[in-house]
């Protein structure tokens, strides 16, 4: 076992402590980010002639040797060593001898660490963009293929108006592109190079931090030593925009597990993505959906774990800091499931056209479109409320329809009633209706639609 740091203890530190301190059992996933952080780092050492130019090769040369094994799987870590930063510190001893320890000049795992963890939110974050992409792409599929089809909309989960399908399929679109725009958001403010920082003052050591950046691909340099090795809010916000994505995919996946209930029966989720009873054969069970809303919880969580763990942090480095990658590497495994989840039910997902459209064989949808058409007359917003109002009374009370009323009976409500308005009793008459941008209309949906394959470059 190595450790970079003893020379001044008395003895070592007992194995509970190291049980209890060490991070190699979730810090390994940092391994690929810590050899590219090094070999950048050995490299400029080399050429600011910190160290001699053969040594500095020599370094990267073995340490590109274990970023090979690290790639393949078949780099053996030592779950005794204290952390991912002595593992491969050990191992390039192993492989080029003591030129191995000039690696760590001018460095100190404090930055080194923050390197890492920047790298790899880089990494996974644009993944996770990119996976984002192809659920939107897959709705927007759905949505196209089931352009005719018009559902009940829900306010309070009470039946509210009818939009189409394809309408509230756009608006999961939407959610998406801001979860998106928030991750880009917290990708451009990470994308500074840390490493230089040391343990919090920097180095006298004549060493050029913008080469090391340039060769790991960050636009610029931390301008702070200190604030680089002590904050961790990149990582709390890139928790918080985890933990929005998944709020929004709780709420498909509560949309989803509801239109498949037998009281619904507006979808079928694929056999694929249901689970079956012990008890019950006759069950299909959304257990995927709802352990996606439960699992939300989970995101929640790991944000409130790194804001109670970095609250009153005294500056600089703490070890407390250790902690903040369990959380993060949760959230970001949990969240990539889910992705390729969602993007199999959209691409499986099955519409039951003829239940929904009994569902909206129901004036009680069509009492907005009949208070417009008194508006548009000139009746007030309030007096035309009162009149359909009154109207749904009486069919409710005496078990009526508007679609039964003759003339004479529509005057009693209004003057301004003409037979007419009985053709607002139509689905399809409703949301053609529509006009404002955005709206249900079905013309504005399509090219809503159209934009969308554009900007997602689907391919239909």
């Excluded at 918080?240 to 037998?262: C, K, N, P, V, Y």
């Excluded at 299909?284 to 699992?295: S, Y």
């Excluded at 409500?413 to 409703?430: G, M, R, W």
Aim: proline share 2%; glycine share 4%.
């Amino acid at each position: 076992m190595s450790k970079f740091w003893g020379s001044r203890f008395e003895k070592g530190t007992s194995a509970l402590a190291d049980k209890f301190s060490f991070s190699i059992a979730y810090d390994h996933k940092l391994a690929l980010y810590d050899v590219m952080g090094s070999i950048a780092h050995a490299t400029m050492l080399g050429q600011c002639g910190i160290i001699s130019q053969a040594e500095s090769k020599k370094i990267a040369t073995g340490l590109a040797k274990i970023g090979k094994k690290i790639e393949q799987g078949t780099f053996k870590f030592d779950f005794k060593e204290e952390d991912i930063h002595s593992n491969i510190q050990t191992e390039l001893k192993k492989l080029i001898g003591t030129s191995a320890d000039k690696l760590h000049t001018a460095r100190s795992r404090n930055d080194l660490i923050v390197l890492d963890m920047k790298l790899y939110c880089l990494y996974e974050l644009t993944m996770i963009v990119n996976k984002i992409a192809q659920v939107q792409k897959a709705i927007v599929q759905f949505a196209d293929k089931n352009i005719d089809v018009i559902i009940p909309a829900y306010t309070h989960l009470q039946s509210a108006q009818v939009v189409l399908l394809a309408h509230q399929l756009l608006a999961y679109v939407e959610m998406l592109e801001r979860d998106k725009s928030r991750l880009f958001d917290a990708l451009s403010r990470m994308d500074t190079m840390p490493l230089g920082s040391c343990a919090l003052s920097g180095t006298s050591l004549p060493i050029k931090r913008e080469m090391v950046a340039e060769q790991l691909g960050f636009p610029k340099v931390t301008a702070n030593s200190i604030d680089s090795v002590s904050d961790r809010d990149f990582i709390i916000e890139a928790l918080s925009a985890l933990a929005i994505l998944g709020m929004h995919f709780s709420r498909i996946a509560e949309d989803m597990i509801i239109w498949s209930t037998q009281e619904f029966n507006f979808v079928n989720i694929d056999w694929s993505l249901c689970t079956g009873s012990s008890i019950m054969p006759h069950k299909k069970n959304p257990d995927i959906m709802e352990l996606v809303r439960g699992e939300t919880a989970t995101l929640y969580a790991n944000l409130n774990k790194l804001l109670i763990l970095t609250k009153a942090l005294p500056l600089t480095y703490n070890r407390d800091l250790q902690l903040d990658k369990p959380p993060l590497f949760e959230s970001v495994e949990k969240v990539g499931d889910m992705l390729g989840l969602f993007t199999a039910l959209f691409n499986t997902l099955k519409v039951n056209k003829d239940v929904i459209k009994a569902k909206i064989n129901n004036e009680s949808f069509f009492t907005v479109d009949i208070m417009d058409y008194l508006i548009k007359k000139g009746v007030s917003y309030r007096e035309a409320h009162d009149i359909v109002g009154k109207m749904v009374k009486e069919c409710l009370d005496k078990g009526n329809s508007i679609k039964n009323f003759s003339k004479s009976d529509l005057k009693k409500y209004s003057l301004k009633f003409e037979i007419d308005v009985k053709k607002l009793l139509d689905p399809q008459v409703s949301v053609k209706n529509k006009k404002s941008f955005g709206s249900t209309n079905p013309d504005l949906v399509k090219k809503q639609i159209n934009k969308w394959k554009k900007s997602l470059n689907v391919r239909i």
